[in-house]
Nanobody
């Protein structure tokens, strides 16, 4: 699966952004995840949507503010980010997995395919 992430930018705290991840294969049959990496920190899980059922799971730090969704007709997965905070700053990556196991989906090692990343900067 080839992935192309876009939609990042520079915003102020409290603003919203929507990231997009265009996939070369059907997103319905692939578990899709979003991760982020802040400068000097490890890549961390943000959100995921299970293949098939569309079940969603979020990191505690973004629960209630971020929403993952997909448009199967466009093979695109989105990450709607509301009420952004400076600590949300980082490079955001979309990734594809075949797993349905939560522990695998929350871990970067559970994903075989990655997009190139899009930078989100939130100023205070």
């Amino acid at each position: 699966v080839q992935l192309q992430a876009s939609g990042g930018g520079l915003v102020q705290a409290g603003d919203s952004l929507r990231l997009s991840c265009a996939a070369s294969e059907r997103t319905f049959s692939t578990t899709m995840g979003w991760f982020r990496q802040a400068p000097g920190k490890e890549r961390e899980f943000v959100a995921a949507m299970w293949r098939g059922s569309g079940k969603k799971y979020y990191a505690d730090s973004v629960q209630g503010r971020f929403t993952i969704s997909r448009d199967n007709a466009k093979n695109t997965v989105y990450l709607q980010m509301n009420n952004l905070k400076p600590e949300d700053t980082g490079v955001y990556y979309c990734a594809a997995s075949t797993s349905l196991i939560l522990s695998m989906i929350m871990n970067a090692s559970g994903y075989a395919n990655w997009g190139q990343g899009t930078l989100v900067t939130v100023s205070s």
